[in-house]
């Protein structure tokens, strides 16, 4: 979950400045937007082939959703990271 939250403050700083610089270089504006674009696309791909899921077995599945959100409502971290 940390990963996560450096990796979005990271991106929400470096892209526009990403951007500021592709704009006025000799791409222009419809270069550079699909050069971000490709960037994005890259990285949700990579996102997404490292993501590997957990298996739980059956016994310990839980059918309801509310047992579920009690569940996680009661992990401080992940409540302070998701309010945050």
Not at 11 to 19: F, S
């Amino acid at each position: 979950m940390g990963i996560v939250a450096t990796g979005s403050g990271a991106g929400g700083a470096l892209q526009p400045m990403m951007l500021n610089k592709l704009f006025y270089s000799s791409l222009g504006f419809n270069n550079a937007v699909r050069v971000s674009a490709a960037f994005n696309a890259v990285l949700l791909f990579l996102g997404v082939a490292l993501m590997r899921t957990r298996d739980m077995p059956q016994s310990n599945v839980e059918r309801s959703i509310f047992r579920n959100f009690k569940r996680y409502a009661r992990d401080a971290p992940y409540v302070c990271t998701v309010l945050g």
